[in-house]
């Protein structure tokens, strides 16, 4: 069984950086898609960045495109959320997210996986 762990969120200032870790267990995500989505409070979940395993290829939303990346490590079956030029619109819940079939989608009903959310809070 897959369990995907999220570590990393924490309170930063405008402007400021955070690093967010998903560490998966019980299997490798080679040939699955990567997601990273987000919630605000009495808010829906929103589409961050997505990534395919096997290639490395990204997708962003619009909010984050120039101040987020997503990557992975291979080694270390972790995938990385990097957040520059945090704004306080940034604040939400954190969730990382794994697709089986590799498609990069920014919608989150084509993830199978789910990590258990870690909170980000940009101050202004």
């Known amino acids: 069984q897959v369990q995907l762990v999220e570590s990393g969120g924490g309170l930063v200032q405008a402007g400021g950086s955070l690093r967010l870790s998903c560490a998966a267990s019980?299997?490798?995500?080679?040939?699955?898609?990567m997601g990273w989505f987000r919630q605000a409070a009495g808010k829906e979940r929103e589409f961050v960045a997505t990534?395919?395993?096997?290639?490395?290829?990204?997708v962003y939303a619009d909010s984050v495109k120039g101040r987020f990346t997503i990557s992975r490590d291979n080694v270390k079956n972790t995938v990385y959320l990097q957040m520059n030029s945090l704004k306080p619109e940034d604040t939400a819940v954190y969730y990382c997210?794994?697709?089986?079939?590799?498609?990069?989608?920014?919608?989150?009903?084509?993830?199978?996986?789910w990590g258990q959310g870690t909170q980000v809070t940009g101050s202004s």
């Open positions: 997210a794994a697709s089986r079939d590799g498609v990069k989608s920014s919608r989150w009903f084509n993830y199978d996986y």
């Open positions: 019980g299997r490798t995500f080679n040939g699955y898609a």
């Open positions: 990534l395919n395993w096997i290639d490395g290829s990204t």
